[in-house]
């Protein structure tokens, strides 16, 4: 099974930076659209960064725009999730996802509907 897993996660103060990492297994991230999802307690997942071969530059909700930036490494396999300036509402387990087929665009977003594979998640907290 393609599944991705992540590392990297933790504890964090208000204001400081993390990386997350996703790694794969068996497959070749670069063919694939990579989407980093976190969920909180009595929330639903949703995404925090996507982006695809079509569209590289990525999508980011407004809650995380200009703080989180994805990142490919083609040659060590792997994506990462950088996290600058967290909040406390950064807290969650976050999840990377892939999906061979998912295009991206405008329109679409950046929604858990479109990745297939999924990996177990990594906690973050950020709290003083």
């Known amino acids: 099974q393609m599944q991705p897993v992540e590392s990297g996660g933790g504890l964090a103060q208000p204001g400081e930076s993390l990386t997350l990492t996703c790694e794969a297994s068996g497959f070749t991230l670069e063919n694939f659209a990579i989407g980093w999802f976190r969920q909180a307690p009595g929330k639903e997942r949703e995404g925090v960064g996507c982006i695809t071969n079509k569209y590289n530059s990525g999508y980011y909700p407004d809650s995380v725009k200009g703080r989180f930036t994805i990142s490919k490494d083609n040659l060590r396999n792997v994506v990462y999730l950088r996290m600058s300036s967290l909040k406390p509402e950064d807290t969650g387990r976050y999840y990377c996802?892939?999906?061979?087929?998912?295009?991206?665009?405008?329109?679409?977003?950046?929604?858990?509907?479109?990745?297939?594979?999924w990996g177990q998640g990594i906690q973050v907290t950020v709290s003083t």
């Open positions: 996802a892939t999906d061979p087929n998912f295009l991206g665009g405008p329109d679409y977003g950046c929604s858990p509907v479109y990745f297939s594979w």
